[in-house]
């Protein structure tokens, strides 16, 4: 059997941190603690000064690839292994409004749970025929969609017997590169949700369900893959979590 120790004492510090949280004056905040213990790593780069302002004019010189590339199973002579599935979504302001010609760029693991990066070295198999990276623009209507394969979770070192639940990261660059928010979308149910101290770096127990893909029949199309959408909220009360700044991928 294994020794979940390690996990239990994770669970029990997300479990007395969020009791914390809860019992605070104020609504709970509806993005990640940045100095959040049970997820280890943090604890030595999270921000401990103010955040700096960068210069719009600097970042601007380098601009992203743009170029679709919406179907992450077609980037390869053959089709990859896994569960084939379509995630759509629209990207909206506080207000609910839609943010058109916004670039939304993904990134994930395999259905294996393993990403094309020289980081990710356990025993999972590559997929030839997938890269797990993602890009499109929103239409008129705000909306995204890409078609991809779902990814699996996958083991990391924050502690003994650590998994992540399987999700999609997202990028996107607001209204001007200066304003790019990174986060991700999980997938209903996942049995991993209450062991994850990334996802339960979000003490609010609805902004952290903000987060979770709905399952979509009327995405899904027939013999061909199953439909989620998420809709992403930039702004507001019910914005989607950011994560803070660009970090390790997990
Ligand atoms: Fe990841």
Redesign the pocket.
């Known amino acids: 059997m294994t020794d979940n120790t390690e996990q239990d004492q994770i669970v029990a510090e997300i479990g007395a941190l969020h009791t914390t949280a809860t019992a605070a004056a104020g609504p709970l905040p509806v993005h990640a603690l940045r100095d959040f213990g049970p997820y280890r790593s943090s604890a030595l780069r999270h921000p401990t000064h103010e955040l700096v302002r960068a210069d719009p004019e600097e970042i601007e010189l380098v601009s992203p690839a743009f170029g679709h590339s919406d179907d992450l199973t077609i980037q390869h002579d053959g089709e990859p292994l896994g569960e084939r599935i379509i995630v759509t979504g629209r990207v909206l302001d506080g207000e609910g409004r839609p943010v058109r010609n916004q670039l939304v760029e993904v990134w994930q ?1 395999n259905s294996a749970g393993r990403y094309v990066h020289k980081r990710d070295q356990h025993p999972a198999p590559l997929d030839p025929n997938f890269t797990g990276v993602g890009r499109t623009i929103t239409g008129d209507d705000g909306s995204y969609r890409f078609v991809t394969i779902k990814p699996g979770p996958y083991p990391w070192k924050n502690h003994r017997n650590a998994w ?1 639940p399987a ?1 999609i ?1 997202f990028s996107l660059f607001g209204s001007e590169f200066t304003q790019r928010l990174v986060t991700q979308m999980y997938f209903p149910s996942d049995p991993l949700f209450a062991l994850d101290p990334i996802y339960q770096s979000i003490v609010d127990p609805d902004a952290r369900q903000r987060l979770i893909a709905a399952y979509d029949h009327d995405v899904s199309e027939p013999e061909w893959a199953l439909g989620y959408r998420w809709d992403i909220v930039l702004t507001g009360s019910k914005a989607t979590w950011m994560e803070p700044e660009e970090g390790e ?2």
């Open positions: 693991a992540r999700h990261h991928h997990a």
